[in-house]
């Protein structure tokens, strides 16, 4: 079972700025990781698949990286609707798994 | 547009059973794989099962095999899943999800529904 790590539990941003999430894997994943976002009473919504690729309609200010067993995920210059709880996702092995989520609130 | 619609969830008691249903429009359905992921009061995403687009292939999480099973209905558009034996950390909302293919790394998810609250209690 792979089992994914996120860091930090809470990350305290102000608008404007960036935040770098940290998703790890506990094997590699290769490329099989996905991104999404939730808002407090919403279904979740996809941002990045294939560790890098922005799903449909997602700004540019998302943006994914890495391989293997690390990655991360950069919001760059922070909106008011980017505070949220965001997740990643292993989809290279059964079971798939959920990071834990990472919080970004307003600082 | 794509649509998904839980329904199915009410209250519980431990050891009882439900059978949620999830409604799927806007997309041939029966061409790509379909999963339900749960998220407890609270908490974080959990992946329950999956099931393949003929439904020949099924995988569920260990915290629910044997208990739960998974299935769909291509000619009526929708998917279930039979949870037995309930328990009360079961709790939690059950969203369907739908996955980007029927093969290859395609178990990651563009269209979720709003979920429908399960709640196990005496």
């Known amino acids: 079972e792979v089992v994914m790590t996120q860091s930090p539990a809470t990350l305290s941003v102000s608008l404007g700025e960036r935040a770098t999430l940290s998703c790890r894997a506990s094997q590699s994943v290769d490329s099989n990781l996905a991104w999404y976002q939730q808002k407090p009473g919403q279904a979740p919504r996809l941002l990045i698949f294939g560790a890098s690729t922005r799903a449909t309609g997602i700004p540019v200010r998302f943006s994914g990286s890495g391989s293997g067993t690390d990655f991360t995920l950069t919001i760059s210059n922070l909106q008011s609707e980017d505070f949220a709880v965001y997740y990643c996702?292993?989809?290279?092995?059964?079971?798939?798994?959920f990071g834990g989520g990472t919080k970004v609130e307003i600082k | 547009e794509v649509q998904l619609l839980e329904s199915g969830g009410g209250l519980i008691q431990p050891g009882g059973s439900l059978r949620l249903s999830c409604a799927a429009s806007?997309?041939?359905?029966?061409?790509?794989?379909m999963t339900w992921v749960r998220q407890a009061p609270g908490k974080g995403l959990e992946w329950v099962s999956t099931?393949?687009?003929?439904?020949?292939?099924?995988y569920y999480a260990d915290s629910v095999k044997g208990r739960f099973t998974i299935s769909r209905d291509n000619s009526k558009n929708t998917l279930y899943l039979q949870v037995n034996s309930l328990r009360a950390e079961d709790t939690a909302i059950y969203y369907c999800a739908k996955g980007v293919g029927n093969s290859g790394y395609t178990n990651y998810f563009d269209y979720w529904g709003q979920g429908t609250l399960a709640t196990v209690s005496s």
């Open positions: 806007g997309f041939t359905f029966s061409s790509y794989t």
């Open positions: 099931i393949y687009g003929d439904g020949g292939y099924t």
């Open positions: 996702q292993q989809y290279n092995n059964w079971p798939l798994s």
